[in-house]
């Protein structure tokens, strides 16, 4: 996933380039593995991995998601999850987003709610974007440059929009100067200075110091506007008012969302998204295997999570209708965060002998092998980031994956703690295969003296458990399964919030190492200021490097996963905007 930077050109997609997107790719690229399932014959063994599957430009029927996990927030300011990015192209637009293309070919930038890509002027950092014609709310109201400033001027309102990412907030208000909204003194509440917005139509974003990326920022959730009078502050989350295509019917948290055609939008204002269903819904089932099974009778179209099936369902899908499937490789890294002010990960040594002592060959037996887990990770940047090498200073890859129990002996030594010592590992059960993951690297601690309690938790409530350093602190959370994908496809987009020290937070927190190094920090700053991508990239590895001689995370794969689509489903395709999983945007069904 590796785009090229605010900093060079891009070319717009208009409706043209969609259509012909849509319609070119054939979706005959699965060879002779297509099988009969209950719904109908699937398009091809990884069609939509290859290209579109069932390319059509159909309108019509309700496409069906189910999902074993609601959104984090329907609130495009307080959305963090990638599937809650991707879903919220339905009913949230940005002055630009991604291209609706397969592959890397998503990752480009095109204009959105904007006109074209940003003019940057003054070394990089002035950002300036004129409005489309006829863009609408909801209720038929248009859009002005004005809501896209409240909508960003939420980020600040920590205190009411929990959540979400601080990207926008750091670079445009890096002193934190600016109260919120809701706290704002001036009249129309518009109070941020480092956004300007001279008539309806245009928007000006002035930066204290260039940030390459400030593109990518802007095409998150959270640079949607946010009609004012429309704000329910805390509760938006329940009903966001519309800028898309559809707008919410129903929404019942952890159980049902409806989404119905917003009446006001115009296709010709919108280049990206296909708005083909004349519905879409998502229901919530907790049971994963159940999930499966109803996936594969064809009573839905697709996962929400789009994490990947259980070993049974994905068995059967491969055996009885392999034409459905995708053998997806994410832009995941699997990982355990290693909680350095938890005793006695405070010492390098104890963290070091965590490694040592991992046996990574069971790890990815148990979460389905190669394909359905994912290939051995030695260091945390995922291939798809420039900057991303085969750095391994720990020789997970030499040694095959095996653990080598005479070094992590060695460094409970050095580290104090020769007989080894107690800690605890959380694990999400709504993540497949995590808990057996965090048991397997139980097992293959333990024959070093490392002993370790097994935390399950529901990853709905891991924000306010592993994203409170308090909290990991209380509950000796030594060692935190986990997973991550870029925010957005650079160095900073995946690793910034991870290990830069200035991103670690009392709550919401993601730098769960609680790494905050000099060095490091400043590798990050450097970067920024570089309008090279290719130089960037150099820089991350840099900074990729001195993260893993650190050893404040234990990557363990580069995740893969099998994915379900139904016959139904047209216009499926894999992109990397979105980490791996389809575009949700483009979808239509067969009615």
């Avoid at 100067?177 to 300007?196: R, V």
């Amino acid at each position: 996933m590796t785009p090229q930077r605010s900093s060079r050109t891009r070319r717009a997609a208009g409706a043209a380039l969609v259509v012909a997107a849509l319609t070119a790719t054939a979706a005959c690229g699965g060879g002779g593995s297509d099988s009969k399932g209950e719904s109908g014959k699937g398009a091809g063994f990884n069609a939509a991995v290859s290209g579109i599957a069932n390319a059509s430009t159909t309108k019509g029927g309700t496409l069906k998601f189910i999902g074993k996990q609601d959104l984090d927030s329907a609130d495009p300011q307080r959305q963090y999850y990638g599937m809650a990015w991707d879903f919220s192209r339905f009913y949230a637009r940005q002055l630009v987003s991604y291209a609706p293309k397969p592959g890397t070919g998503g990752t480009e930038l095109v204009p959105d709610l904007a006109k074209a890509n940003g003019v940057v002027s003054d070394g990089g950092k002035t950002y300036t974007y004129q409005l489309r014609d006829g863009i609408t709310w909801e209720d038929g109201s248009p859009i002005t440059s004005k809501d896209i400033k409240y909508g960003i001027e939420r980020i600040w309102a920590k205190e009411v929009i929990t959540g979400g990412p601080v990207y926008l907030q750091q670079v445009l208000d890096p002193e934190g100067t600016y109260p919120g909204p809701y706290k704002d003194k001036s009249p129309d509440k518009l109070g941020l200075k480092a956004i300007e917005t001279p008539d309806d139509k245009t928007i000006v974003f002035k930066l204290p110091k260039p940030n390459g990326d400030f593109e990518q920022m802007l095409a998150m959730p959270a640079g949607s506007p946010v009609k004012q009078d429309k704000d329910t502050g805390a509760k938006y989350q329940l009903k966001p008012f519309s800028s898309g295509p559809y707008k919410f019917k129903t929404y019942e948290p952890k159980k049902r969302i409806v989404l119905i055609r917003n009446e006001n939008w115009k296709k010709e204002t919108d280049p990206i998204r296909a708005a083909l269903p004349d519905e879409v819904t998502v229901t919530i089932n907790t049971n994963l295997e159940a999930i499966d099974e109803l996936l594969i009778k064809g009573e839905y179209d697709l996962d929400l999570n789009a994490t990947g099936m259980t070993q049974a369902g994905r068995t059967k899908a491969l055996k009885q209708h392999k034409g459905n499937v995708d053998n997806i490789e994410t832009s995941f890294v699997r990982y355990v965060d290693i909680a350095t002010k938890v005793a006695p990960f405070n010492n390098i040594e104890c963290r070091k002998a965590v490694i040592y002592a991992t046996d990574y060959k069971s790890i990815q037996s148990v979460r389905g092998g190669p394909d359905a887990g994912g290939n051995i990770a030695p260091n945390m940047l995922p291939k798809s980031i420039k900057g991303s090498d085969g750095y391994d200073p720990y020789g997970v890859l030499a040694r095959e994956g095996k653990p080598d129990a005479a070094k992590a002996k060695d460094a409970l030594k050095k580290c104090g703690k020769p007989e080894g010592f107690s800690t605890n590992i959380s694990a999400r059960t709504n993540q497949p295969g995590e808990v057996q993951a965090a048991e397997a690297l139980q097992e293959a601690l333990g024959k070093v003296g490392i002993k370790t309690q097994v935390e399950t938790l529901d990853g709905a409530e891991s924000a306010s458990i592993t994203g409170s350093p308090s909290v990991v602190k209380k509950r000796n959370l030594g060692l935190v399964m986990t997973g991550w994908g870029p925010d957005f496809p650079t160095g900073q987009g995946f690793s910034q919030p991870l290990v830069d020290g200035r991103f670690i937070q009392p709550n919401g927190n993601y730098n769960v190492s609680e790494t905050n190094d000099p060095k490091i920090n400043k590798l990050f700053d450097d970067a920024l200021a570089e309008t090279d991508p290719d130089k960037a990239g150099k820089i991350y590895q840099q900074m990729n490097h001195a993260v893993s001689d650190l050893a404040v995370q234990m990557p363990f794969l580069y995740d893969k996963n099998f994915t379900w689509r139904s016959s139904r489903l047209t216009n499926v395709y894999s992109t990397h905007a979105y980490n791996g999983r389809y575009d949700y945007v483009s979808l239509g069904v067969v009615k």
